[in-house]
């Protein structure tokens, strides 16, 4: 795929011509989702080309059957993974005697894609001569919709070019999908019973094992130029699992036929009666028909780009990047519900099984905490706090901790780990870390400190007893250390002392004793019904804080840096830039054992250190260590460049920032590791944004005060963001001459540009 | 499964009375081989109870699709493993209309299983009533022919006991067989063609992938008491991998009715038509008769007894012990072809693939090499030579070294890499000393250098370079350092500086530079040839001896010990007699990061080095890192206990060394860890022999001359073993007063006594 496959456009991704081999990656970049369901770019009509089918509802998984070459203890047995959801897409049509095709038309042009990431909808058109000599002019756009969330909507118009046409309608529901990933080839879905009633048709199945009830329903009207005909199916043909409608129609040459088609799920997370609540959800879309339904999809994202749009002037494919990054996320997660969270490929895609990750604490959290109201993010935390008990289940029973200790899983759905390697399920234990840092980082940025005594501290409380009981006493080193851990450079295995985790660890240690003191002085009612409900005493308090006042951490005086883990500087110190371009990308090339042993970093790890606790260290400090690490690091995840960026931006090292930020903003669109037919990278996106907001516009909040030190890449003219700071909106806007500030509200703000204090006025414009 | 199960008894192994519960394991205790194939102790007749079936073929492999959980590069991908063979035993049987199985019958009583170990047979023998009120007494002897070993006989043997019977016998042959261990549940045999002549039937078979050829052949004869009836089958039914016969008897109430059945394989390894093969093989069987046969059996075990047997007075379940796992190695490996080797669980289950491990090497050749001539020991060393290439391929194409490197596998079966687990596969790389270490021992102990300049130089050639390109210059340590491995104790992964791996890694480099200069001088044209073909230079050779002559080794100068890895003095040093009991065996209990971060060794890892390189270190250093390890030592390898057991004996702490002894001489037949239905430990069983012959002995051998330094355990009277050194059989019987030699031989012999020199004549018997 070449950087020309997306066409360059400040706010839709468009394709144009149609090619077989893109139609996997396409399917994956034109996904909707509306944050309750998701959908990818399949075709609504029959394709027998190649294909990767995907229908996505929001916290609906199914705990697939580990499958290991090896079973070690400690595994869990299933791998909870989001699940193909049934099909309410799917119209196969017929065309005079017919089935269209792409795959098997004489010929295709014009195909067009067209996601319109300002108004929320996707549309695709084509002009097809089929086998049979009919020609035709087809379009279809699709959404779903953002306020209606359990709503689907296709308008799928033809237009004969040649001769009339007749067209025979086959829209359905199918729940006899199945996974591409599913281990041992087995269905996930009972189908339990079907309905249609006129122009409405049901398929009620079940998750096997997790049994969450799920009706999917279609309900389709049949249009002449845009008016509505009066038809109900000829034909209806039902299975246990699938029912089909067929409608047929006569068009003449140059008129327009079109089938609208309402779909969607009802689950019973949400609904008791997931039949009746799908009857009841059809009316309310009927209610307000096609138009209206596009209306507030408009309005809804009109109102979505206004808290979290960012411009970018002079560069119109970093503009469309960094949007496409800011509508996914949008798309992936809305916030409304804490039962849910942010699967590395969110809805495009069934790759890491569409669950859980650090990313959402490390990368996502920022993004939604300074784009949405602060509930958003306080979903978010809740969604751990809710899984705490989980947590301390997870390190009790499989990994032998004890009272209370709680070990957060690597990969979840529902709170149970799900993922089986040790050296990531049992030793990447840092993951605890950042969602212990996510509480900190909430009331950083929000000022809302009683998320804590609420909920927060009980979740501190269970990570630091897991830091205590983990850390063990060296008597060698007189010190505590940490063995046998995968640091967030999942190039090193069960090394000792990663300075990330041990870092993290002691931080963990000292905030949660900290708030704990704090939470008995302000709030001593939640201080003792928590500290009686998790039976902490003060000697185990002071047990906590030997280990964290007394924790190792291996340096190098001589370079003057952090050592990432113990013998580091034991490596074959050959720098990413003198490593043969043909070894890269080492993931690809080079067996695991060798890339264990060598000194290359897959993604920041003492530097995400540094990003996370950066007035912990000097600049100075950063320097060499960013200097140091930066050299070794090959950047094979895509979490890893946003950390560099920020960092190389506050060093000054402008075009190195501006290098990072180019290697995510465009990952997908222009497909740089030829894998986004599997689906795009949801989480890293929010990666992007902080490059943006944190790096360029540098970006703080210090003492509950923002700080910003605007920059600019030499190649753009300017840009802006917006941030949602204690509920009112500042817009700040850098070009290369000054700083602009805006702000929506009503109170004045104090800001600090480059240390000096600037006070922005409501709804004025402040320059600097 | 307690400790009566096995009667007590110098020469058999018996069980008596019928217990569902023990079918799998007895069916793994008493199987029977003779180094071409193997059996399990499957009944012949059908079993509807709990079974585990296995017929094996030595050499015939399939190469299964490797199932992992998450690929890495590297990995492999197929798993060779050995194959559950075409059955050739069955046999069934209908007494007077009904169907005996003793899973079935009303009563079952005086059911015995007796392995004769001195004369190579298994005899099953029971009485009992049917349902249809029949009662019977059933008598089955069966044996694998050590001389003809294509060929297996049984004798079946029937006498009802209260009323006249019908009884029809139902031979089968069969291919339809599975594994069950497949990864996939595939079917690894493709049948080809059946015949049947006469008694006579062939069932060819090959395997899919590999298309090894075997045809499965039986014939058979009914006798009335004894004497053979001239009986043709009445009925033949065959499909397409099955032939079964059928012939009808009545046999008066005390009178003897019986089967005999001459089956086995002959493969295609061996034939070039492997049915006329058969054929050919039947006619030889016949020509000798059953008695004849079992006469010839009882000879060829009786010669390996007169060469291997180990005699214990005065504790019959030791002499047991020792005699059972002499028998199983001499069943499993017969030494006779340089294709073939030893798996860890021999021919009695699926476990380990059968395929070859690094046990070959480090515990199996040295009872081979003592208790047969040195041939076999040196076809084991031609094995690897003849998949030195192989050797090379997979340490360049899988794991990206250069120049001739070669890495022999983890587990193989042609000399590619079977194993998927990247702990194992790519870091537990000190396999390749072990293999280098056996052909130093194959010259220490026959004295025969022959073997280096013609194969072995080559094999030490690619093991030495592997070492110096795997070993890394550290200028932090300012020495060449080995990172990444996983030493002989599996529970760490990924450490550095094993002290086991550079040991021998540095030994290997200095002995295959001291084997070139030595066959440089005294076999100049092999030198030359050798040199030729592996384009080794100067340079290289000075490039070896820096790495070997600047290896780094962990120490600690305070406990006066080598660390077995960098940093093993962090870990929490909580000795195993402190460990709570519930918590054993960890491999069970724990999870493996917790494994990974204890102290506790699964086998002998620095131990290890010292029994290699015994005379590198002085007695008291033994006795330090004896100490101190030994209390970390969890021996959950079965092939742990015996280098602690004959370091202990050398320690003078004998009872420490008979415990040792004790753990691994009767694990199978005491069925320690519940799993001997799996198969047996036959690698380990060598282990037990060098307990005895080098840990209570005490025998090494020092510049060509054998050494004894004879302890007792204070629980036996005496006991003896035979050593063949140099071509000459040399008695030992140890008591607590006395050490007696006897040497059937030609020549003096000079042999040391703890370190007292002793002149040991022909046929006379020495008392020291």
Redesign the interface.
């Given at each position: 795929m070449n950087q020309d496959y997306i066409k360059p456009d400040n706010w839709s991704i468009i394709e144009e011509g149609f090619d077989v081999e893109s139609v996997k990656s396409s399917e994956s970049i034109f996904s909707i989702g509306n944050g309750a369901m998701g959908q990818r770019a399949n075709f609504e009509e029959n394709y027998t080309g190649e294909t990767f089918q995907g229908s996505y509802i929001a916290g609906i998984y199914y705990p697939d059957k580990?499958?290991?070459?090896?079973w070690?203890?400690?595994y869990p047995k299933y791998f909870a993974k989001v699940l193909n959801a049934p099909n309410w897409i799917g119209i196969d049509i017929e065309i005079n005697g017919e089935n269209l095709d792409l795959n098997a038309c004489a010929k295709v042009k014009n195909f067009r894609r067209e996601l319109n990431m300002k108004e929320g909808w996707y549309n695709r058109s084509f002009e097809a001569t089929l086998q049979n000599g009919t020609e035709i002019k087809v379009n279809i756009r699709r959404f779903l919709c953002m306020d209606l969330d359990e709503v689907g909507v296709i308008n799928y118009e033809i237009t004969p070019l040649n001769k009339e046409a007749k067209i025979i309608y086959k829209p359905y529901i199918d729940a006899g999908v199945t996974n591409e990933d599913a281990n041992w080839e087995e269905k996930f879905w009972e189908p339990l019973e079907t309905k249609d009633h006129e122009n409405e048709a049901f398929v009620t199945a079940q998750t096997f094992k997790t049994h969450f009830k799920v009706t999917t329903f279609m309900q389709n009207s049949i249009l002449e130029n845009g008016k509505k005909l009066n038809l109900s199916p000829e034909i209806v043909s039902a299975t246990k699992e699938k029912v089909q409608f067929i409608y047929s129609v006569s068009i003449a040459k140059g008129e327009k036929s079109s089938i609208q088609k309402i779909g969607g799920y009802t689950v019973s997370l949400n609904h008791e009666n997931t039949l009746s609540g799908a009857e009841k959800v059809i009316k309310e879309a009927l209610a307000k028909g096609y138009d209206l339904l596009l209306a507030e999809q408009i309005e809804t994202w009109s109102k979505i780009w206004e808290m979290s749009d960012i411009t970018i002037d002079g560069d119109v494919k970093a503009q469309q990047g960094i949007r496409f990054n800011i509508f996914q996320l949008n798309q992936t997660y809305s916030g409304k519900d804490s039962r849910l969270n942010i699967g590395p490929k969110g809805f495009t895609g069934e790759k890491y099984g569409g669950s859980t990750y650090w990313d959402t604490e490390a990368y996502c959290i920022p993004f939604y905490m300074a784009t949405k109201d602060q509930q958003v993010a306080r979903n978010l935390l809740t969604y751990r706090y809710n899984q705490l008990d989980k947590a301390i289940e997870n390190a009790e029973k499989?990994?032998?901790f004890k009272n209370g200790a709680a070990l957060y899983p690597m990969v979840t759905m529902n709170g149970e780990e799900c993922h089986?390697?040790?050296e990531i399920t049992?030793?990447e234990i840092h993951r605890n870390g950042a969602i212990a840092f996510a509480i900190f980082n909430y009331h950083r940025f929000t000022g809302d400190y009683s998320y804590i005594p609420e909920k927060g501290l009980e979740v501190l409380i269970g990570i630091a007893r897991f830091w205590h009981q983990r850390a063990?006493?060296?008597?060698?080193?007189n010190q505590y250390?940490i063995?046998?851990v995968t640091g967030p450079n999942e190039y090193e295995?069960?090394?000792?002392n990663n300075f990330y985790t041990n870092y993290i660890a002691k931080w963990c240690i000292d905030y949660a004793y900290e708030q704990i003191q704090k939470v008995s002085l302000e709030y001593p009612s939640d201080h003792k019904r928590i500290i009686e409900k998790v039976k902490l005493s003060d000697v185990e308090l002071q047990d906590w804080k030997k280990v964290s006042t007394n924790m190792y951490f291996a340096k190098s005086e001589e370079l003057g840096i952090y050592l990432q883990q113990?013998?580091f500087?034991?490596?074959?110190?050959v720098l990413v830039k003198d490593l043969d371009k043909s070894q890269r990308p080492i993931?690809?090339?080079?067996?695991?054992?060798?890339i264990?042993?060598s000194p290359y970093i897959k993604q920041a790890d003492v530097l995400q250190c540094f990003y996370f606790f950066e007035e912990h260290f000097s600049k100075e400090e950063l320097q060499r260590n960013f200097e140091f690490y930066e050299a070794f690091t090959v950047h094979e995840s895509s979490l890893s460049p946003c950390v560099h960026s920020i960092q190389a931006a506050k060093l000054d090292k402008m075009d190195m920032a501006y290098a990072f930020y180019l290697r995510t903003s465009r990952l997908d669109l222009d497909d740089y590791n030829k894998e986004v037919g599997e689906g795009c990278h949801i989480t890293s996106m929010a990666g992007t944004w902080m490059s943006i907001v944190e790096g360029f516009g540098g970006m703080r909040v210090k003492d509950d005060t923002l700080h910003f030190s605007p920059k600019i890449p030499k190649e753009w003219t300017g840009y802006s963001f917006k941030i949602n700071f204690r509920n009112q909106i500042l817009k700040v806007s850098v070009n290369h001459k000054e700083t602009q500030f805006h702000l929506e509200g009503t109170k004045n703000l104090t800001v600090f540009v480059n240390g000096k204090e600037v006070n922005v006025a409501p709804n004025s414009l402040i320059t600097v």
């Open positions: 580990t499958r290991v070459g090896w070690k203890n400690g499989n990994l032998g089986n390697e040790w049992h030793e063990n006493f060296s008597k060698d080193k250390v063995l046998g295995n069960n090394v000792n113990d013998e500087l034991d490596k074959d110190l993931n690809q090339k080079w067996s695991w054992d060798r264990l042993r």
